[in-house]
């Protein structure tokens, strides 16, 4: 299936603990994305890279830290992990040339910090 | 700084009835404008994206309409039935397709 792919789907952990989730998409987009939906549902964007380069990087905790080996993949690290860290978080990827506004979503991971 | 605002926030509706969905945004200056839809604990499922330089986009039976002078955008579902039931959010988009989005409604559709 070509799709947005996320690992892992659910994911709960300890407070100060250190996690990663990984993002992969096999849809040939070279722009891929992180957004985090908060408890009230309200989604906000935190990274973007185009072709492995950062291109968006909002006012998000240096403790959160995206790396993009290669432009299929896009991860997303987060060191001593906090209560208000737990959220649901997706990844998205654009297609390059004239639809490369069109943000296509994976299935989210739900982090829960305890 | 651009603000995105869904209305209603929640609307329940009978089958076969035909409904509209409202965003609005503050700042007119976007690159475009892009409906999904959202399933409880799913990811995202784009509807439609309309352009800043589009007035509307059709799928099927959603229509979705986008006046940029006056920060409106509308999202028509025609025939409304159960499976519409699901969260709607709008986005608009800007420079480094960044997208923000609006706070979302949640539509049943009751058979």
């Known amino acids: 299936d070509t799709a947005v792919s996320q690992t892992p789907k659910y994911l709960v952990t300890q407070m100060g603990n250190d996690k990663s989730i990984k993002c992969e998409q096999n849809?040939?987009?070279?722009?891929m994305y992180w957004y985090k939906q908060d408890s009230k549902k309200f989604l906000k964007i935190m990274f973007s890279?185009?072709?492995?380069?950062?291109?968006i990087n909002e006012t998000v905790p240096n403790r959160f830290s995206p790396k993009s080996p290669d432009k299929a993949h896009l991860n997303l690290h987060i060191n001593s992990l906090e209560l208000g860290d737990s959220a649901v978080y997706f990844c998205?990827?654009?297609?390059?040339?004239?639809?490369?506004?069109?943000?296509?979503f994976g299935p989210g991971t739900r982090l829960t910090v305890l | 700084k651009q603000e995105v605002t869904q209305i209603p926030a929640a609307l329940s509706v009978p089958e076969g009835e035909n409904l509209v969905l409202n965003c609005s945004f503050t700042?007119?200056?976007?690159?475009?404008l892009q409906w999904f839809r959202q399933d409880p604990g799913k990811g995202l499922t784009s509807l439609l994206l309309?352009?800043?330089?589009?007035r509307e986009q059709t799928s099927g039976r959603l229509n979705a309409s986008l006046d940029k002078s006056s920060g409106r955008s509308t999202l028509y579902i025609a025939a409304s039935q159960p499976g519409d039931s699901a969260t709607y959010l709008c986005?608009?988009?800007?420079?480094?397709?960044?997208?923000?989005f609006g706070t979302g409604t949640l539509l049943a559709v009751q058979p």
């Open positions: 700042d007119s200056a976007i690159y475009n």
């Open positions: 849809l040939g987009h070279d722009t």
């Open positions: 309309i352009q800043s330089s589009q």
């Open positions: 986005a608009v988009g800007g420079a480094t397709n960044k997208l923000i």
């Open positions: 998205a990827s654009s297609p390059p040339g004239p639809r490369h506004n069109e943000q296509f």
């Open positions: 890279y185009n072709n492995k380069e950062l291109i």
